[in-house]
């Protein structure tokens, strides 16, 4: 079996799993991110998601700096701050302050999404995500931590983290725009068209486009049982469509006891289908034609399930797959 030959990240979401404490679903982010360090992924992301019952990060800068502290090599950063929730500044000073504590491994993921509901938005005071405000606010977070603001944030940088812009569709073009790596997924990485033209932009204008392919990745050891594995996610998923709410992880009998109605199910097989599942053989052969679909220079992750041994397991196998030169060799987008 081939090894795949690009870097290997993870995005971790701190999904809490039902009968537990939140503030436990935060500890394993950690005791995650020490083992992907040991395993030698690249990166390390953590997400910004408020008032949801099924996720406990609700500030990636302060669980990016207790991350960070408590590994010693891996790249750390955010998938992502959401930019129309908070001040450039406060974004430029919270991750010039990790970059201060822990130089070359500090990463800032920016995304534009809102709050998950209506009352959620107005606790956040976000109601805009026009894209222009956004590429200004991008612009913004990139002048304060280069010193180029209109006042000085500090503490003040000799060099500043990378900047990456999560992104769907339209997105890829406000990050060709703004000239910057992006990482993205979902239906986009099924047509390399917009991967491409992002790709022309950027380089037409000097810069260096970078992609790094975000995708939902389950290795076990039969296809039934790492589908198996995915069911607490892909029930909340379907949940969280029906209800309104994302509630935590279930283990995978409780997911398999429910019954789901046609529009759940639907949902359910859609999040399925989606994702990289299976044997470590066939989920190397899918992540190659992935890779190779989309010229991605990068692999990102994003893997939970309800048994935490299980989701190490499948960690350990997906760290496996990839060439131990790959993950030496990667440059630093800025």
């Given at each position: 079996m081939a090894l795949l030959d690009v870097p290997l990240s993870l995005l971790d979401r701190s999904r809490t799993?039902?009968?537990?404490?939140?503030?436990?679903?935060?500890?394993?982010?950690?005791?995650?991110?020490?083992?992907?360090?040991?395993?030698?992924?690249?990166?390390?992301?953590?997400a910004e998601h408020h008032a949801v019952p099924g996720i406990a990060s609700g500030s990636p800068a302060v669980l990016a700096a207790a991350?960070?502290?408590?590994?010693?090599?891996?790249?750390?950063?955010?998938?992502?701050?959401?930019?129309?929730?908070?001040?450039?500044?406060?974004?430029?000073e919270q991750f010039a302050v990790l970059e201060s504590l822990h130089p070359g491994r500090i990463d800032l993921g920016i995304g534009r999404s809102l709050g998950f509901s209506a009352p959620m938005r107005e606790e956040l005071r976000a109601h805009d995500a026009d894209p222009e405000r956004f590429l200004d606010d991008v612009a913004a977070v990139r002048a304060f931590l280069d010193g180029r603001g209109r006042v000085t944030a500090t503490p003040r940088l000799a060099t500043p983290p990378p900047v990456f812009l999560l992104a769907g569709g339209r997105g890829l073009s406000l990050a060709a725009r703004a000239g910057l790596p992006v990482a993205v997924g979902g239906p986009v990485l099924d047509d390399p068209g917009p991967?491409?033209?992002?790709?022309?932009?950027?380089?037409?204008?000097?810069?260096?486009?970078?992609?790094?392919?975000?995708?939902?990745?389950?290795?076990?050891?039969t296809e039934e049982a790492a589908r198996d594995l995915l069911l607490p996610e892909a029930w909340a998923l379907a949940a969280s469509r029906s209800t309104g709410a994302f509630p935590p992880l279930e283990d995978v009998g409780s997911v398999r006891e429910r019954t789901l109605t046609p529009k759940q199910r639907t949902a359910v097989e859609r999040f399925l289908s989606s994702a990289v599942h299976g044997t470590a053989e066939q989920v190397a052969e899918r992540l190659t034609d992935l890779v190779r679909r989309t010229r991605a220079d990068e692999v990102m992750a994003t893997t939970a399930t309800f048994d935490r041994a299980e989701q190490s397991r499948a960690d350990t196998a997906l760290a496996s797959l990839f060439a131990p030169s790959s993950r030496n060799r990667v440059p630093v987008p800025r």
């Open positions: 799993r039902a009968g537990e404490p939140d503030a436990l679903a935060l500890l394993s982010t950690i005791e995650r991110a020490r083992l992907a360090e040991e395993l030698g992924y690249h990166r390390f992301w953590v991350v960070a502290a408590r590994t010693s090599q891996i790249r750390v950063g955010s998938g992502g701050v959401m930019l129309p929730n908070h001040a450039p500044i406060v974004v430029a991967l491409d033209e992002y790709r022309r932009e950027v380089a037409a204008a000097g810069g260096e486009p970078y992609v790094i392919a975000s995708v939902t990745v389950m290795i076990a050891d």
